[in-house]
């Protein structure tokens, strides 16, 4: 709190506008210390200047808008609220609030077009025109039409070519708000996608291994003229913590008996920063051995559970309303056969209560057979049966492949979607222990460089973290041993093109029971002769005394002309009361002691000094 009112002006002319979300509850947090810290208990009151825009101040049942209503409560009981509401209509508002690169059978092969989402926040239908560039080139074209206060999404194809890079711009023509209308992404590496498949039970002559039925669905043999779009890695499970994860997209554990505490712990490390795990159980797992696991599966294994006898129906496969984007191609699919897959014998996965997982199949019985489980930036999927032909048919039936293609894509995608973030965002990189890093930089869009801080985790890896505070593509760049560079685009808030703004009626919802006021029809003013103290005596006051100095003089002299000096300076004072601070105020009153002072000089000059009655 200042009393300093020029400082405080020269303060917030030298703010700008940032392009991180609204953080209202922070700002009434500020506001609240004030007020509970200030020297005096003097009557307070707080002026609100805000957009108050809906979608940072509207009252919902979320914890930021639960706790400015609050705030606004508590500041209520100390001080006398006041709300103006500066925001800016605009007849046109397109904003890109999406740019999603479409690739072909992985999300890692070279992307063919790219989805771009346009929003209109106008009260008129827009035609949109969309340019994409890779780089500094136009590779893509279209034109969208988007309904009012709709969205709408197409897709535009992609030319590429050599040395275009991976940084990828979805564009509109500038409109009111400029920001909103381009949008950044990175396209997939164009190579192999890295599976690493653990097999918890090795090839026989009389049976297969576990892992080879997947390794056959994600990468058959090819011809010499055709490379396959996948890579796979077989290991055992003891060769699981001397392994690299860091190189691999996706990783599969199938049917392994048991998984070690350090395993565990280089598992979460590589899911957390964007790695995709599918864990396969089967009749190789033991309850005791997976302990260690628990702590990353979304739920506990309880039992098996079998058909009773062969004469009984067998359990089958039961996909829901087909909503997850795992099973999406197999809605009126029927001769897919995953309605027909017979499964013998599966884990039963009691999941827990707080989990965020969901369950994209189940089976008959309701018992979960596939979950996908978000942890950090990467994704975790179970799979409660097992991946070859010991409990089910399922990898003998044509719903197989897909599937196991559609999993690898769907945990692969976590390394791509960890590096879109939004401004105001943590940006955070891993280095594995061999690529350990000393030294980190982050290169915002504009070009600066600075250093960030590494703190090196209980798992042998390295974390670099940098605050994104700009729209744009941003790298954090690793120093020696080895060096490495992790890029992320970053785009504003898509809430934030959303320009529909509170009311009266509006604010009242945030705080029905606090008084306010609000100011609709404010008019900007400039200060004049404006006190920067509370203290003493108001400069106008010495002013009017200096004025009745003067004209006492006048009156001295010539009686008429102080009677007038008088009057005139009577006006300007009741200027002042009715104007306020105004400049015509100020200005009227320094006009009158101008000539009060020309009055006296001049008559001093003319007439002698004379005595009447008192005065000399």
């Given at each position: 709190?200042s009393?300093?009112?020029?400082?405080?002006?020269?303060?917030?002319?030298?703010?700008?506008?940032?392009?991180?979300?609204?953080?209202?509850?922070?700002?009434?947090?500020?506001?609240?210390?004030?007020?509970?810290?200030?020297?005096?208990?003097?009557?307070?009151e707080?002026?609100?200047?805000?957009?108050?825009?809906?979608?940072?101040?509207?009252?919902?049942?979320?914890?930021?808008?639960?706790?400015?209503?609050?705030?606004?409560?508590?500041?209520?009981?100390?001080?006398?609220?006041?709300?103006?509401p500066?925001?800016t209509e605009?007849?046109?508002?397109?904003?890109?609030?999406?740019?999603?690169?479409?690739?072909?059978?992985?999300?890692?092969?070279?992307?063919?077009?790219?989805?771009?989402?346009?929003?209109?926040?106008?009260?008129?239908?827009?035609?949109?025109?969309?340019?994409?560039?890779?780089?500094?080139?136009?590779?893509?074209?279209?034109?969208?039409?988007?309904?009012?206060?709709?969205?709408?999404?197409?897709?535009?194809?992609?030319?590429?070519?050599?040395?275009?890079?991976?940084?990828?711009?979805?564009?509109?023509?500038?409109?009111?708000?400029?920001?909103?209308?381009?949008?950044?992404?990175?396209?997939?590496?164009?190579?192999?996608l890295?599976?690493?498949?653990?097999?918890?039970?090795?090839?026989?002559?009389?049976?297969?291994?576990?892992?080879?039925?997947?390794?056959?669905?994600?990468?058959?043999?090819?011809?010499?003229?055709?490379?396959?779009?996948?890579?796979?890695?077989?290991?055992?499970?003891?060769?699981?913590?001397?392994?690299?994860?860091?190189?691999?997209?996706?990783?599969?554990?199938?049917?392994l008996?048991?998984?070690?505490?350090?395993?565990?712990?280089?598992?979460?490390?590589?899911?957390?920063?964007?790695?995709?795990?599918?864990?396969a159980?089967?009749?190789?797992?033991?309850?005791?051995?997976?302990?260690?696991?628990?702590?990353?599966?979304?739920?506990?294994?309880?039992?098996?559970?079998?058909?009773?006898?062969?004469?009984?129906?067998?359990?089958?496969?039961?996909?829901?309303?087909?909503?997850?984007?795992?099973?999406?191609?197999f809605?009126?699919?029927?001769?897919?056969?995953?309605?027909?897959?017979?499964?013998?014998?599966?884990?039963r996965l009691?999941?827990?209560?707080?989990?965020?997982?969901?369950?994209?199949?189940?089976?008959?019985?309701?018992?979960?057979?596939?979950?996908?489980?978000?942890?950090?930036?990467?994704?975790?999927?179970?799979?409660?049966?097992?991946?070859?032909?010991?409990?089910?048919?399922?990898?003998?039936?044509?719903?197989?492949?897909?599937?196991?293609?559609?999993?690898?894509?769907?945990?692969?995608?976590?390394?791509?979607t960890?590096?879109?973030?939004?401004?105001?965002?943590?940006?955070?990189?891993?280095?594995?222990?061999?690529?350990?890093?000393?030294?980190?930089?982050?290169?915002?869009?504009?070009?600066?460089?600075?250093?960030?801080?590494?703190?090196?985790?209980?798992?042998?890896?390295?974390?670099?973290?940098?605050?994104?505070?700009?729209?744009?593509?941003?790298?954090?760049?690793?120093?020696?041993?080895?060096?490495?560079?992790?890029?992320?685009?970053?785009?504003?808030?898509?809430?934030?093109?959303?320009?529909?703004?509170?009311?009266?009626?509006?604010?009242?919802?945030?705080?029905?029971?606090?008084?306010?006021?609000?100011?609709?029809?404010?008019?900007?003013?400039?200060?004049?002769?404006?006190?920067?103290?509370?203290?003493?005596?108001?400069?106008?006051?010495?002013?009017?005394?200096?004025?009745?100095l003067?004209?006492?003089?006048?009156?001295?002299?010539?009686?008429?002309?102080?009677?007038?000096?008088?009057?005139?300076?009577?006006?300007?004072?009741?200027?002042?009361?009715?104007?306020?601070?105004?400049?015509?105020?100020?200005g009227?009153?320094?006009?009158?002691?101008?000539?009060?002072?020309?009055?006296?000089?001049?008559?001093?000059?003319?007439?002698?000094?004379?005595?009447?009655?008192?005065?000399?």
């Open positions: 709190i009393r300093d009112r020029p400082a405080v002006l020269s303060q917030i002319r030298t703010l700008s506008a940032t392009q991180e979300r609204g953080d209202v509850a922070g700002a009434l947090r500020v506001v609240e210390d004030s007020l509970r810290n200030r020297e005096r208990a003097l009557p307070a707080v002026i609100l200047i805000s957009d108050f825009q809906s979608t940072n101040w509207a009252a919902s049942a979320s914890e930021p808008q639960l706790e400015v209503a609050a705030l606004l409560a508590e500041l209520s009981a100390h001080a006398e609220l006041t709300c103006v500066v925001a605009f007849a046109q508002q397109l904003a890109v609030t999406g740019a999603v690169p479409v690739s072909g059978a992985f999300s890692m092969s070279p992307a063919s077009a790219v989805a771009v989402t346009v929003e209109n926040s106008g009260k008129l239908p827009v035609e949109a025109p969309i340019e994409v560039f890779i780089g500094d080139r136009v590779a893509g074209a279209a034109s969208l039409t988007v309904p009012a206060g709709r969205a709408a999404t197409i897709q535009v194809p992609l030319s590429a070519a050599p040395g275009d890079g991976r940084n990828l711009t979805a564009r509109i023509p500038d409109d009111g708000l400029a920001l909103d209308n381009i949008r950044w992404a990175l396209l997939p590496e164009q190579r192999p890295e599976v690493l498949l653990v097999s918890g039970r090795p090839r026989t002559s009389d049976r297969r291994g576990a892992s080879d039925f997947v390794q056959l669905a994600l990468a058959p043999a090819m011809t010499a003229d055709r490379e396959s779009a996948v890579a796979t890695t077989v290991i055992g499970g003891d060769s699981l913590g001397n392994t690299d994860l860091d190189r691999y997209d996706c990783v599969f554990l199938c049917n008996p048991l998984v070690e505490e350090a395993d565990v712990a280089q598992l979460r490390a590589y899911v957390a920063g964007g790695g995709g795990l599918v864990v159980l089967g009749d190789q797992v033991q309850p005791a051995g997976y302990r260690p696991l628990q702590t990353l599966l979304p739920g506990e294994l309880d039992q098996i559970v079998s058909s009773a006898t062969p004469a009984d129906e067998p359990m089958r496969l039961e996909p829901g309303d087909y909503v997850h984007p795992v099973i999406q191609p809605a009126g699919n029927p001769d897919a056969g995953l309605l027909t897959t017979e499964i013998d014998r599966y884990w009691k999941l827990s209560e707080k989990t965020a997982a969901e369950v994209l199949l189940s089976y008959s019985t309701g018992d979960p057979a596939v979950v996908d489980c978000p942890i950090e930036s990467g994704r975790l999927f179970v799979v409660t049966t097992s991946l070859d032909d010991q409990w089910s048919n399922w990898a003998l039936w044509p719903s197989f492949v897909p599937i196991i293609h559609e999993l690898t894509r769907a945990a692969a995608e976590g390394a791509t960890s590096r879109q973030s939004l401004v105001g965002d943590l940006l955070v990189e891993r280095f594995s222990p061999d690529k350990f890093a000393t030294v980190v930089n982050h290169q915002s869009p504009d070009g600066d460089i600075a250093e960030v801080p590494v703190t090196v985790q209980p798992d042998g890896t390295s974390l670099a973290a940098a605050i994104a505070l700009s729209a744009g593509i941003h790298r954090l760049q690793a120093g020696p041993p080895r060096d490495s560079v992790a890029e992320f685009a970053v785009n504003i808030d898509p809430d934030e093109s959303r320009l529909e703004f509170l009311d009266r009626a509006g604010i009242t919802g945030i705080m029905p029971a606090q008084p306010f006021r609000y100011l609709s029809d404010w008019q900007p003013t400039t200060p004049a002769l404006a006190s920067t103290r509370r203290d003493g005596l108001p400069p106008a006051l010495l002013l009017v005394v200096l004025g009745l003067l004209v006492e003089q006048i009156m001295s002299y010539r009686f008429r002309l102080g009677v007038a000096a008088l009057v005139l300076l009577g006006g300007a004072v009741l200027a002042m009361s009715v104007g306020g601070r105004s400049q015509l105020a100020a009227g009153l320094a006009a009158a002691l101008f000539t009060a002072l020309a009055l006296t000089l001049f008559v001093r000059t003319r007439w002698p000094a004379r005595r009447r009655g008192n005065h000399v």
